[in-house]
């Protein structure tokens, strides 16, 4: 019996699978399944969406015949399998609703495509099918040379020693280019409300799009963070690139930021960063190849998201504890060469600068905020302590991502390469750099 973990390639998606029934009266059915899910050598998984004849046949008989087509060698393998049990919630239902929900929305049918149940079946044969036109080649592809865990860990090891969130954001995209070859990566953030990701850092895109949002709950990565579980897309060209990232062809709306994006990807994986039940952002990687991610690229991103999540709480608490309740020195104000002109919408904490969008939600309150401090006591230099108790910003008490805001908007006013600048000048320290006067109009209205 060919095991089933050295057939994986069948188990992405990419080919529909057939499954043929007998019903009670010795009548058989035939249809054909999107996806069939790899469990263990033993066991597997069906989608259960429309199986309204099949699911009745295999309850009443207990017993299916399986054909499955691995994606990457064109092999074909039949299998027989015995149902057991029917799961309509738990971590792999989750799984297989969100993997279904991001496929569907490809073709706008992610509303109709609704799981009903993942059905687990015990396979008791697996053998290939005889296939003329591949005879004398080699069997299943061979695994990854690269040890893709261990370098996983190396590289985590890196991120642990990394002296302060920037640098490890910054050497997390790298390494991911470097080691395992993922050119295109970026890690996003949640908003306060948990509603939307933000992009806090990308990597191999004509444009970083720092700032560009994604709608939780929407394409691969708005699905991995609703569900808080490793979504992986291994081709794409059944449905659109684009689209599944975003959920949709969105159109540029006025105040936001295109993400950045291959223009046909094939291939999409994103991992939610999670520390202590916090879902803390999103690592995403995708390529124009099919099947440049596999199940064991998949594990080993899993590894660098929860590395990256504690690191980031670990680097947020100690800003929080740094030292500076004192409000800091003043500095000579700049020369008046230039006029900055900012804008700030109350509405919906907008920024503008001389009328070209920024940045939004709490890291324009923050830039309001500091910008409003600059021209009452002509002050440049802040601590984040101090910012954590204005209560106009109004910041959670507990777990307010202050520190991963401050990077986010230093890293927006870089890209942007606005008159003014956020330079960290010690732990939980920055100053604000203009080179002009800056005003700042506040419109309370939309």
Same mark, same amino acid.
């Given at each position: 019996?060919?095991?089933?973990?050295?057939?994986?390639?069948?188990?992405?998606?990419?080919?529909?699978?057939?499954?043929?029934?007998?019903?009670?009266?010795?009548?058989?059915?035939?249809?054909?399944?999107?996806?069939?899910?790899?469990?263990?050598?033993?066991?597997?998984?069906?989608?259960?969406?429309?199986?309204?004849?099949?699911?009745?046949?295999?309850?009443?008989?207990?017993?299916?015949?399986?054909?499955?087509?691995?994606?990457?060698?064109?092999?074909?393998?039949?299998?027989?399998?015995?149902?057991?049990?029917?799961?309509?919630?738990?971590?792999?239902?989750?799984?297989?609703?969100?993997?279904?929900?991001?496929?569907?929305?490809?073709?706008?049918?992610?509303?109709?495509?609704?799981?009903?149940?993942?059905?687990?079946?015990?396979?008791?044969?697996?053998?290939?099918?005889?296939?003329?036109?591949?005879?004398?080649?080699?069997?299943?592809?061979?695994?990854?040379?690269? !040890?893709?865990?261990?370098?996983?860990?190396?590289? %985590? @090891? $890196?991120? /642990? =020693?990394? &002296?302060? #969130?920037?640098?490890? +954001?910054?050497?997390?995209?790298?390494?991911?280019?470097?080691?395992?070859?993922?050119?295109?990566?970026?890690?996003?953030?949640?908003?306060?409300?948990?509603?939307?990701?933000?992009?806090?850092?990308?990597?191999?895109?004509?444009?970083?799009?720092?700032?560009?949002?994604?709608?939780?709950?929407?394409?691969?990565?708005?699905?991995?963070?609703?569900?808080?579980?490793?979504?992986?897309?291994? !081709?794409?060209?059944?449905?659109?690139?684009?689209? %599944? @990232? $975003?959920? /949709? =062809?969105? &159109?540029? #709306?006025?105040?936001? +930021?295109?993400?950045?994006?291959?223009?046909?990807?094939?291939?999409?994986?994103?991992?939610?960063?999670?520390?202590?039940?916090?879902?803390?952002?999103?690592?995403?990687?995708?390529?124009?190849?099919?099947?440049?991610?596999?199940?064991?690229?998949?594990?080993?991103?899993?590894?660098?998201?929860?590395?990256?999540?504690?690191?980031?709480?670990?680097?947020?608490?100690?800003?929080?504890?740094?030292?500076?309740?004192?409000?800091?020195?003043?500095?000579?104000?700049?020369?008046? =060469?230039?006029?900055?002109?900012?804008?700030?919408?109350?509405?919906?904490?907008?920024?503008?600068?001389?009328?070209?969008?920024?940045?939004?939600?709490?890291?324009?309150?923050?830039?309001?905020?500091?910008?409003?401090?600059?021209?009452?006591?002509?002050?440049?230099?802040?601590?984040?302590?101090?910012?954590?108790?204005?209560?106009?910003?109004?910041?959670?008490?507990?777990?307010?991502?202050?520190?991963?805001?401050?990077?986010?908007?230093?890293?927006?006013?870089?890209?942007?390469?606005?008159?003014?600048?956020?330079?960290?000048?010690?732990?939980?320290?920055?100053?604000?750099?203009?080179?002009?006067?800056?005003?700042?109009?506040?419109?309370?209205?939309?």
């Amino acid at each position: 019996m060919t095991r089933l973990r050295d057939i994986r390639g069948c188990f992405e998606g990419v080919i529909p699978s057939i499954i043929a029934t007998v019903d009670g009266e010795g009548m058989p059915n035939i249809s054909y399944l999107s996806h069939v899910y790899y469990l263990d050598d033993d066991h597997v998984a069906l989608s259960n969406q429309y199986f309204t004849k099949t699911a009745a046949n295999t309850r009443t008989r207990g017993h299916a015949a399986l054909i499955l087509v691995d994606g990457i060698s064109g092999r074909q393998y039949q299998l027989d399998i015995t149902f057991l049990r029917a799961e309509a919630a738990g971590e792999l239902f989750t799984r297989m609703a969100a993997h279904l929900k991001a496929m569907s929305s490809q073709q706008g049918m992610a509303e109709i495509m609704a799981l009903r149940s993942a059905d687990i079946y015990r396979v008791t044969s697996c053998i290939p099918v005889p296939c003329p036109d591949l005879e004398g080649e080699t069997g299943p592809p061979a695994a990854p040379a690269l !040890d893709r865990l261990g370098a996983a860990a190396r590289l %985590a @090891a $890196v991120l /642990g =020693a990394a &002296p302060e #969130a920037d640098s490890m +954001i910054d050497l997390a995209l790298e390494g991911l280019d470097r080691v395992f070859g993922f050119r295109q990566a970026m890690i996003l953030v949640p908003d306060a409300d948990g509603r939307r990701l933000t992009t806090l850092a990308s990597r191999g895109y004509d444009s970083l799009g720092i700032g560009s949002e994604v709608p939780a709950g929407q394409g691969v990565i708005g699905i991995a963070a609703d569900s808080r579980l490793p979504l992986r897309i291994s !081709d794409m060209s059944r449905g659109r690139r684009y689209a %599944a @990232a $975003v959920g /949709g =062809a969105l &159109p540029v #709306a006025p105040r936001s +930021i295109p993400l950045p994006g291959l223009p046909e990807a094939l291939s999409q994986m994103a991992v939610p960063m999670i520390h202590r039940g916090q879902m803390l952002g999103v690592l995403f990687v995708e390529s124009p190849a099919r099947f440049a991610f596999l199940q064991e690229d998949e594990d080993a991103l899993a590894l660098l998201a929860g590395q990256l999540a504690a690191g980031l709480r670990l680097h947020e608490a100690e800003a929080r504890d740094a030292p500076g309740l004192a409000p800091a020195g003043t500095m000579e104000p700049p020369a008046p =060469a230039r006029r900055i002109r900012l804008r700030y919408y109350r509405y919906d904490d907008s920024v503008f600068i001389d009328e070209g969008y920024l940045i939004k939600g709490v890291p324009g309150r923050l830039l309001y905020h500091l910008i409003a401090i600059f021209l009452r006591e002509g002050r440049q230099e802040f601590t984040n302590r101090e910012i954590r108790l204005a209560p106009e910003l109004r910041l959670p008490e507990v777990k307010d991502n202050l520190e991963t805001r401050l990077i986010l908007l230093r890293r927006r006013l870089e890209e942007h390469q606005a008159p003014l600048r956020l330079i960290r000048t010690g732990r939980g320290r920055l100053r604000l750099e203009l080179d002009g006067q800056p005003t700042i109009d506040v419109v309370e209205d939309a």
